[in-house]
Structure formats: C-alpha cells, structure tokens
C-alpha cells in the first residue's frame, strides 16, 4: 500500500519534470517577446542588448536549469507585459477559475446524475430518448458558442444576467471569493453553465452506459429473480457499481474543467487564469505561460494521483492485489 | 458641448471636418462643467500593460495614462498641438528649444510641478522603453524654475510633435519610492510606479485589478477644466467582441472600443445606440521583398520578380480598394494612395488617392515584364492585430491571383508573425503591415521604413522587403534638417512621390477607430486611440 503510494508520487514527480521541460520547449517556438518590449523603431543594438540582458541568448537547457532552480524558492520571475511577479499574477486569478470550475462541476452533478439515472434505468422512454438529443449539442457545440448562444438569450434578451465579469467580490482571509454576494452569484450562473455543458453530457452518457450494461449482468438478474423491488435493486445494486467509474472519470474531468476554462473565462471576461493566458499569449509573455502550463500540469497530475491513491480504498479488489 | 456625431452614410472628409470644428469650437470656448457629476462605464479589448509612463512605448498604455499624467504638449482633437503642462515653446536656435511651463500645476500627492521634474523624467524616460521618443534630444537643461530648454546635436524643426506622449513624473514621489527608473522586463521585482500613480492629470486611478477594470475619479484640483461632466469612470477589459457588443446592449457599459465592422450594422439598428467613427492614424500596406536575388517564401518563378518595378504596379492596379472598403470593412475605413494617413504631414490629396482597379493594364504589365504566367508565393498577415485583418489577407491574396501571382495567405498571431518578418531575420517574401507615426509627421515612417537598412545608425530598420532608393535617403536626410515648413512640405512631397512611382509600398487602406456609443454619451475621438475622458458627457 504505501510502497504503491511512493512509487505513483514518484512517477508524478517524473511527469511533471518532462511537463515542465515540454512547455519550456513549446513557449521557445511561440513567438518573439521582444516585439513587446521594444518600442518598433528600436535599433539592432537595442535588440541585441534587451536578448542578452534577458538571457534570451542563452541555450535553452541553461535557461531551462535556472528556471528550475527559482522553481522551489517560489521565484518566478516578473511578467514581461506587466511587469508584475508572476507567482503574484496567477495567486491572484486562481480563486476565479476554482469557483467557476466548483460551481460549473456542481451544476454538472446536479443535472447529470439524476438525468444519467434515468436515461439508464429507462433507456426506452421518450423523455430519455428527448435528453439524449438534448445532450448532442452538449458534445458538438464549441463552448465559445454556447457562452455567446446564452449572452444573446439571458443577458441581452431576457435581461437576467450580466454579459461579462464576475460581480462584487469579498476578500476572506486572502481568497477573493464572488460567491458571497448577489452579483457574484449572478455573474456565476451563465459562465459555469457553459463550462458544465461538455461535462453534464459526458456524465449522462457514461452512467447511462453503465447502468444499461449492469441492468444485463448476472448479480442483477439473481437479485430479480430473488424478488428484490425494482427501486432497491437500481438504487442499491447496480448504481453502486455504476458511479465508481464515474466518480472517477469526475475526477479527471476537473482538470478539464480548468483546461477548458480558458474559452469560457474569454468569452465571459471571467478574470480567471484562463484569461490571464489568453493575454499573456498574445504578447508571447513566455513567462507567464510557461508557468501557466506548468501548472495545469501540475492540477492535472495532482488529481490523477489522488485519485489513484483513492481508488484502492473505494475497491476492494485493488486493495488484494497491492497487498 | 463636443459632438463627434458620425453616420456612414455621410462623406467622410465631411464628417472629420464637421467633427473638428464642433470639437475645436467648444475647446476654444471652454465651456464651464455641466455642473453635476456623472458616472461612465466604458470596455475595451485589451487593457493597459503598466501605468509606468516611461516603460513601454505602447498606444494603449498613452491611451489610459494621458487622463492621470500630462506631457508638455499634446495633439489636440483637431490634430494640432495643444499647450499642456508648458505653456509655449519656441526654437530659440536650431539646436534648441525653449519650453515655459505652466504656473500653479500640483500632482496628486500634492507636490508642485517644475523644471527639476523635466529634467528628472527626461533622464528616466531614457532608460525605458520611451528612449526613442526622446532619441534626438541630447540633454535638458533647467534655466529657472519654469523653464527649460532641449539641447539637441543637430537641429530639429519638430521636436514638440514627438514628446506628444512623453508624461511627466515628480522627483520626489519617483525617490521617495524607489521608483527612479522605469519598469524593465528583467527585474526581479515589480517596480512601484508599476501599480502606482501620481500625476498631473484630470483623474487619479482609485482602484485597479490589472487586465481586468480599471477605475478613475476626477480630481478638483486639476489645473484645467473638465469640460465633460465624468467624474468617476471605469474601463471594463472584455476581449471577445460579441460580449462586448452584448455588454453595450445591455447597458452594462455606456461604451465599448474596437466594434468589429460587422457588428456595426447590428449596433446601428439597436435603439439608443450609435457608432461613432474617426480616422485611425494606422495605414495598411503590403511590402514585397525586393532585397533578396530569390523568392524564398514562393516558386515558380526565376529569380525575383518583385524586383521588376512593373510587376509592383500591376499589384497595386490588381487591388480593388473600394471592394475592400465596403465588403470587408463595411465602410469604416479609407482607400490610401500612400503608406501614411491622410492627416500625416507629407500626405496630400493628389497624392494619397490611389489608382482604380485595372485588371487589363495589371496583367499587360505582367505579360510585359516576362511573368505573364504567374509565380507563386506567401503572404505574411497578421490574424489579431487590427480590424479584420486576416479577412484582408486573403482578399488581397485573391484580387492578386487575377494576374496570376498565386498567393498563399499565411495569417499568424502578431507575436509568431513579428518574429519571422522583424529584423534581424525579414523571413518573408510578401508581407502585410501596418504604420502609425506617433509624430503625424511622415519624416518618422521615411527614416525607420523607407531609407536603405543601415545597422549602425539604425535607420530603415523596419524596411521589411530591403527597398533601397539613394534619392530617398538623400530627400530624408534633408528632410530632418530642414527648419523651413514650406521647403519641408516641398520636400516630403518630392520623395513620397518618388515612393509613390516605386510601387515598394503598395498601400491598402487607412483604418478607423470605431466606437459604439450609448445615444446621448457624447465623446472625442483622438486618432492616437486614446480615451480623453475630461472631454466626454454623458446623460445625467
């Protein structure tokens, strides 16, 4: 047990390593940053002078090394757009997007499993078949469309919500959370529902699937035909066996969710990371983006690994086999 | 009160002249503030990088700096130069200017404004990314303390209209806090004048959430007036159009920047709004390689064809200007017959009207010139640096494949695409660009676009296709020593005529600055893009 615990957080060390090297790799093909800095009628020796000042001369092994090395004293340098420290930058856009992404797997949960229930106990039915169209769009529309599909209805149409931004926001105990006010609240609803789309019909579709399959297998069969009610069997037997696998692949999707952000967070103003990366793309801020992949990497493994540690506990099966 | 009322269907020259002379009407009365305050909203796609006057030189950063800090002179809305925090200036020889400032100017920490801040802001400007706005001045010496005077090595008939966006900072708050020299990308800590601001301006900024919103608030003790009624505003960052155009309908902001033009049939036709447009001081031309013996982005072809000046004028016969004007621009922008702006000094009407589409004399000239059967090669756009510019690309792509040079439009991000075309490289064939000399002078696009590539002095720099002409050099050089406005103009005329029968410049069109507006907010345009906001009403 806990040598497979070392041994997956070693492996996530590992990983996030090579992340770390590949971005670095990635943002040196991304674009010029000193077309930012420069004002454009700068001289070649003004260029020249900024690429060595910068270290932009140097191998990008040796600035790759050194990069790591500020990596663990928290110094991540200062953006080339803004000039502000980049730990500072993204400390203070992370609240945003983890609200958004809360709120946006709450909003999925809350849809997803009843709706993925039914369709799975009543696959035959017309309201079934109904939200399994439904949930066709939730797969082939792009999220920039559905967020401005919902600006044009709720916002310019019915008035409800706001278009952009997140509302009044309160500082509590260092986070700055929107989700204490009325217009936080407000300013919530249209970008999280759009964010949740893609994943309340991921999760329908994967419970269904799941609930189908089990309502076939043999322990369902026997429990039938020992005479257990229709609701105790469903809710007791086969969704027990059908939500592991979807807690999991929950799990994972929440790296998604914070991945997928940036369109939405773009579409809605959302002043998240995912915004912050859009801009910092822009003006090829190499610094900022490398760390912004960096980090969803980082999201990404951490989850991956938790859940992996988890999962024995959930399964018994798994915790027999490490043992 | 000041009203830049504009419809599409007016003509434009029409509309500018109407809107400056309502504009430099009530300037020139300078009428007393409507009296009781409003608020005003107002969203934009990009937000200012820092509030550090001297770090970059960047539009957007003058655009949101210009309500909080103050330079010695700037352009007023009719274009021409308008006393700020001096008073007047004259060149007392050729190699000096004298400026007097202006009496009684506080900033906000409450500190007086004098020579000594000149001198200081002078020296720090030069350390940042400002450096080559003050290029040619050598040193500024402070005579009293309201006046100073600009020592340069060679004389320079238009200094005031380049320290247009040069602000003025206080010495002492700079020391106090640590701020002596301007933001750099390689420090190692955030500098205080980053986040921080004390100016001389109409406004302070009260509060700040970097590329998100920014808040000002007016200042009673400004020297000045405002002449609109804004007294608290906020500018809201909204990148993606549609939501900008959503926030305006639903009235969260009372005006937003950078319409796209297809959106502005949609704005128009909503009640209570309105657009309102402005020349952008922005040209947009297409610049071949005309250095390199070989097509490197292109084929079939021997050797280079660019460098045939008929070749050049049949590109420029292929484009079909007006059709780029009103399909892709949907009217909001103007057909150019040189690389600069009809308001730029140097532009003249003859001039800057280009040549209608003549498909038949465009491909004579092909023929004639032995490429009658076409080449091949790529055009370097841009996909997100001005108004429907990848839609621009590849009309132009299109209209030049009517005389058989077979385009491939390559429409990166500005950062990717600086870096391939900029120098030291010039990694292009064919490129899209775009000028807007901060000066409206055309001297600044002649010695940093036209004159031959020269590494030492670092003149021609951005002469992306090599275009070598020794009697433009020689006209430049002229042009910059020249004390004498009518032999200037003469000057200027001479060599954008000679750019003009080179066809190394192929010219496109000029841009306009578009704005959608809440019916009754009243606003002055600026073809540097920026927001003045003491000069804007809105409804009570």
């Known amino acids: 047990m806990i040598l497979h615990a070392v041994e997956r957080i070693l492996q996530t060390l590992l990983v996030i390593l090579i992340i770390s090297f590949i971005a670095f790799m990635l943002i040196d093909t991304l674009g010029d940053p000193l077309g930012l800095l420069l004002p454009p009628d700068a001289s070649l020796a003004e260029r020249q002078a900024l690429t060595e000042r910068l270290g932009l001369d140097r191998p990008l092994l040796a600035r790759f090394a050194e990069f790591l090395a500020g990596l663990p004293r928290g110094d991540l340098g200062i953006s080339y757009r803004t000039q502000e420290e980049v730990s500072g930058m993204i400390a203070a856009r992370l609240p945003a997007t983890i609200e958004l992404a809360a709120v946006a797997l709450l909003i999925s949960l809350v849809v997803a499993i009843p709706a993925g229930i039914y369709t799975g106990v009543f696959p035959r039915s017309r309201f079934a078949r109904a939200i399994m169209f439904v949930s066709i769009a939730g797969v082939t529309l792009p999220n920039f469309v559905v967020g401005i599909l919902l600006i044009a209805i709720f916002s310019v149409q019915l008035g409800w919500f706001p278009s952009f931004g997140r509302g009044a926001t309160i500082v509590l105990g260092g986070w700055e959370t929107g989700l204490l006010t009325r217009s936080g609240w407000h300013a919530i609803i249209l970008p999280a529902l759009t964010l949740s789309l893609f994943q309340m019909t991921f999760i329908i579709r994967l419970l269904r699937t799941q609930l189908m399959e089990i309502g076939r297998s043999e322990h369902i069969r026997f429990a039938r035909a020992r005479g257990l009610g229709e609701a105790r069997l469903w809710f007791v037997y086969a969704l027990r066996n059908a939500l592991l696998p979807t807690i999991t692949m929950l799990a994972l999707q929440l790296g998604n969710i914070i991945a997928f952000s940036v369109v939405t967070e773009s579409v809605f103003a959302w002043p998240g990371i995912g915004t912050l990366f859009l801009q910092s793309v822009q003006a090829a801020d190499i610094r900022v983006i490398a760390i912004y992949l960096i980090f969803v990497g980082i999201v990404y493994m951490v989850i991956n690994l938790l859940v992996e540690l988890l999962y024995p506990l959930i399964d018994p099966r798994l915790r027999q086999r490490h043992a | ?540």
């Open chain 2, 1 to 540: 009160m000041i009203i830049i009322l504009n419809r599409p269907h007016e003509d434009a020259r029409m509309r500018s002249r109407l809107s400056l002379m309502m504009a430099s009407a009530s300037l020139a009365l300078m009428l007393p503030a409507a009296g009781s305050a409003a608020k005003f909203r107002f969203a934009g796609p990009l937000d200012a990088y820092t509030l550090d006057p001297h770090a970059i030189s960047n539009t957007l950063v003058f655009a949101v700096l210009r309500n909080v800090y103050e330079p010695l002179v700037q352009r007023g809305p009719d274009l021409s130069l308008q006393p700020v925090l001096a008073t007047e200036w004259t060149q007392v020889d050729p190699n000096t200017w004298e400026f007097k400032l202006r009496e009684g100017v506080t900033y906000s920490n409450g500190n007086p404004f004098n020579a000594d801040d000149v001198v200081f802001s002078f020296e720090r400007a030069k350390k940042g990314g400002m450096a080559s706005h003050l290029a040619e001045v050598a040193s500024i010496e402070k005579v009293d303390d309201l006046t100073v005077r600009f020592l340069s090595d060679l004389p320079n008939p238009i200094l005031p209209n380049q320290i247009v966006n040069w602000f003025m900072m206080d010495r002492e708050w700079a020391e106090a806090n640590g701020a002596t020299e301007p933001g750099q990308a390689d420090n190692t800590t955030e500098s205080f004048a980053n986040r921080n601001t004390n100016g001389t301006g109409a406004y302070v900024i009260s509060a700040r959430d970097p590329g998100v919103s920014t808040e000002f608030t007016a200042r009673p003790e400004w020297w000045g007036q405002i002449t609109g009624n804004v007294d608290k505003a906020t500018f809201f960052v909204i990148p993606n159009p549609a939501t900008r155009v959503s926030a305006l309908i639903t009235g969260e902001v009372e005006m937003i920047d950078g319409v796209p033009p297809q959106d502005t049939q949609r704005i128009e036709n909503t009640d209570g709004l309105r657009i309102a447009a402005t020349p952008d001081v922005r040209t947009v031309y297409i610049q071949p390689d005309v250095a390199r013996d070989t097509l490197i982005h292109g084929g079939g072809v021997e050797g280079n064809p660019f460098k045939d000046v008929r070749v050049r004028e049949a590109m420029t016969l292929a484009i079909d200007r007006d059709a780029i004007q009103s399909r892709i621009m949907r009217g909001y922008s103007t057909p150019v017959g040189l690389p600069i702006g009809k308001e730029v000094e140097g532009s003249t009407d003859a001039l800057n009207t280009p040549p209608p589409q003549d498909l038949e004399r465009a491909r004579a000239l092909m023929a004639e010139a032995g490429y009658g059967e076409g080449f091949d090669v790529a055009l370097d756009c841009t996909n997100d640096r001005f108004m429907n510019d990848e839609a621009t690309c590849l009309a132009v792509g299109s209209m030049l494949g009517e005389i058989g040079i077979r385009v491939t439009p390559r429409a990166q991000p500005t950062a990717r695409w600086a870096q391939q075309i900029n120098p030291p490289g010039y990694d292009t064939s064919l490129a899209m660009l775009s000028y807007a000399p901060y000066t409206y002078d055309g001297h600044q696009f002649l010695s940093s676009i036209a004159v031959t590539r020269n590494e030492e002095t670092g003149g021609g720099q951005f002469n992306i296709g090599g275009y070598s002409n020794p009697e433009v050099d020689r006209l430049t050089a002229e042009i910059g020593a020249e004390t004498d406005p009518e032999a200037r103009a003469a000057l200027l005329a001479e060599v954008f005529g000679l750019l003009k029968d080179d066809y190394a410049f192929i010219p496109l069109h000029q841009l306009q600055i578009l704005w959608g507006l809440k019916e009754g907010v009243e606003v002055v345009q600026l073809a540097d893009l920026s927001y003045p906001l003491a000069w804007f009403t809105v409804p009570e």
